[in-house]
């Protein structure tokens, strides 16, 4: 399995300087941030980093400051030796592996990235300060990986579109580059979190995919009430005795303003719900 030399770098005035020698040799940098415990979802990031990119740097980091108080930053599950052996296997040539203090040498009293509208609603109603702590890890990523393209799944929508607002905000070089999302072959999306479900949680958690495609059936067959195309998905959600619907909205796919009324012409399913403590995520186009 293990086909390319991937090394394991943990300071990142290190990593900086190896970046730095590539572009020098003319090399273009592919990040892919990841918090670790890789699955196939991440698999497909780094390969299309390592397709288009001539360095590619994964980064493994349980970001505190994304977590609220009451969140499962301590329980997220780590596995550095298995991410070594995919990040090998996908061709990685560098799994950047910092501690907290590296990146966050002064703690709390930090210097932070704020998100505004983008970063209140939908995961940030019920994650205050989650996307603040996502924006600034990233910008301190881009910087020390001096990346040029940079990776994200798109299960994390509202994520890969508030990434995308900053490096514009911010006048980063970085270019953000989404993925589609990948799924078991019984439809959940893939998720680091989905090793924490039950067996029953995880037959349950089924109803999201279910949900989200008869939503899309319905939009496709000439539905455009929100609120009708949002039933449908709940009702088939509420069918499950453990869920606990956070949100289900509908909004632009490239702007995200949530939609009320009309569904519009490219509207998006997003939707959080929680099985016990694991809160998952996710969303589908409902346009063709
Ligand atoms: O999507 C994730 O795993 C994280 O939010 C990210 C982008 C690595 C930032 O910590």
């Known amino acids: 399995?293990?086909?390319?030399?991937?090394?394991?770098?943990?300071?990142?005035?290190?990593l900086s300087s190896m970046t730095r020698s590539a572009i020098a040799e003319g090399k273009t940098v592919g990040l892919v941030?990841?918090?670790?415990?890789?699955?196939?979802g991440h698999a497909s990031l780094i390969r299309a980093a390592r397709a288009k990119?001539?360095?590619?740097?994964?980064?493994?980091?349980?970001?505190?400051?994304?977590?609220?108080?009451?969140?499962?930053y301590a329980t997220y599950p780590r596995d550095e030796a298995a991410d070594l052996a995919l990040c090998a296997a996908c061709g990685a040539d560098v799994l950047f592996i910092p501690d907290v203090a590296m990146l966050y040498p002064n703690g709390q009293d930090s210097t932070w990235v704020e998100v505004s509208r983008l970063g209140t609603i939908l995961c940030g109603a019920s994650r205050p300060g989650h996307?603040?702590?996502?924006?600034?890890?990233v910008t301190k990523l881009l910087m020390i990986s001096r990346a040029d393209y940079a990776f994200f799944g798109e299960k994390d929508y509202q994520q890969l579109t508030i990434?995308?607002?900053?490096?514009?905000?911010l006048g980063s070089p970085c270019e953000i580059i989404g993925m589609p999302i990948v799924r078991e072959a019984d439809g959940l999306a893939l998720s680091s979190r989905n090793v924490r479900l039950t067996p029953a949680s995880r037959i349950e958690a089924l109803a999201l995919?279910?949900?989200l495609e008869m939503a899309r059936d319905s939009y496709l067959a000439g539905?455009?009430?929100?609120?009708?195309?949002?039933?449908?998905?709940?009702s088939?959600?509420?069918?499950q005795p453990d869920a606990k619907i956070d949100y289900i909205s509908i909004a632009d796919a490239d702007t995200l303003d949530i939609s009320t009324d009309d569904a519009g012409s490219r509207p998006l399913m997003l939707m959080a719900v929680r099985f016990g403590s694991v809160r998952l995520i996710d969303n589908m186009k409902l346009f063709a």
């Open 163 to 169: 990434l995308r607002r900053m490096v514009a905000d």
């Open 1 to 14: 399995m293990n086909s390319h030399d991937t090394r394991i770098i943990r300071d990142s005035k290190v």
């Open 131 to 137: 996307f603040r702590g996502v924006a600034t890890v």
């Open 209 to 211: 995919h279910r949900g």
């Open 223 to 234: 539905e455009r009430s929100v609120q009708k195309l949002i039933a449908t998905a709940q």
């Open 53 to 72: 990119c001539d360095f590619v740097v994964v980064s493994d980091f349980v970001n505190p400051t994304q977590f609220g108080p009451t969140e499962d």
């Open 236 to 239: 088939e959600i509420d069918l």
């Open 33 to 40: 941030p990841t918090m670790g415990y890789l699955h196939e």
